[in-house]
């Protein structure tokens, strides 16, 4: 699944990366950045947080960095909450793939990020880098409230304890390429690892997946998507 990878520049001038065996990209094309802020910040983070809040995040494919990136760039300009972010990854980009990832100039240039103080594009180049850079398997705190562990692994395999998560990014690929990925099985098994009221935002919200969310006790909302996206998916462990 990562032998033939390309890096291409999506609609909103933010890369991602394409398997060409199977034509299907980390991101949306009609925008990577635009996308990982709509669902992912936005609807997920932005959503269930509340002031002076400490919770976990577990991303399902920690890929480019980008949901990672954006999460902890969020704890930096919020000090008052604490984030411990899991994710998995079972196929890792090399070097040459992450360095050539334009995220940070692209985020240092939002009218949101570009006017933080004494924070340009080379801290945030350097922060991306340390993503990345953190060594697989054990908890790294990058930040006094942004602590990352990123796991090698098959999500299909891995474990957690019940009642952990607040909230899950579930960034896989599409339904069509792994639907192992996107069965009751494996959402039964993420519900007991989330705290109730707990949330899961997704990218898809084809018929199957969010059947197969209720199936596994999820109440599931469909929210408006992001450029090129009629809907997304926000399901809550009640
Ligand atoms: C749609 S991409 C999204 C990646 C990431 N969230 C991002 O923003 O770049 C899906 C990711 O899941 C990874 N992946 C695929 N199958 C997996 C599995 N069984 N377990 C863990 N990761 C997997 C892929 O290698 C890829 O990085």
């Known amino acids: 699944m990562n032998d033939s990878r390309e890096i291409i520049i999506s609609a909103d001038g933010s890369s991602t990366l394409k398997l060409n ?6 991101h949306s094309i009609n925008g990577a950045l635009s996308e990982s802020l709509h669902i992912y910040l936005h609807s997920g983070l932005e959503f269930y947080i509340t002031s002076g809040k400490e919770l976990t ?6 890929g480019t960095g980008l949901n990672a990136f954006l999460t902890f760039l969020y704890a930096k300009f919020h000090p008052y909450v604490k984030i411990t972010y899991i994710t998995i990854e079972k196929f890792p980009l090399r070097e040459f793939e992450y360095k050539e990832l334009n995220y940070p100039e692209r985020i240092a240039s939002l009218p ?17 880098l340390a993503l990345h850079k953190a060594s697989w398997g054990s908890v790294q ?3 006094p409230n942004f602590s990352l562990e990123k796991v090698q692994g098959d999500l299909l395999d891995f474990e957690l304890a019940p009642n952990k998560i607040d ?8 339904p069509n390429i792994q639907p192992e990925l996107w069965d009751t099985r494996l959402f039964g098994k993420l519900f007991h690892w989330m705290i109730p009221g707990g949330i899961l935002v997704t990218y898809s919200s084809k018929g199957i997946v969010k059947q197969a ?21 926000r399901a809550i462990r009640p």
């Open 167 to 174: 909230i899950i990014y579930y960034d896989a690929f599409s």
């Open 141 to 143: 705190n990058l930040l």
């Open 213 to 233: 969310l209720r199936d596994s006790g999820f109440m599931v909302k469909r929210l408006p998507g992001p450029a090129g996206k009629k809907h997304i998916v």
């Open 57 to 62: 995040i577990f991303e399902m494919g920690f």
């Open 112 to 128: 949101e990020y570009a006017c933080m103080e004494n924070y340009d594009k080379e801290c945030m180049e350097n922060h991306f």
């Open 21 to 26: 065996e199977f034509d299907e990209c980390f």
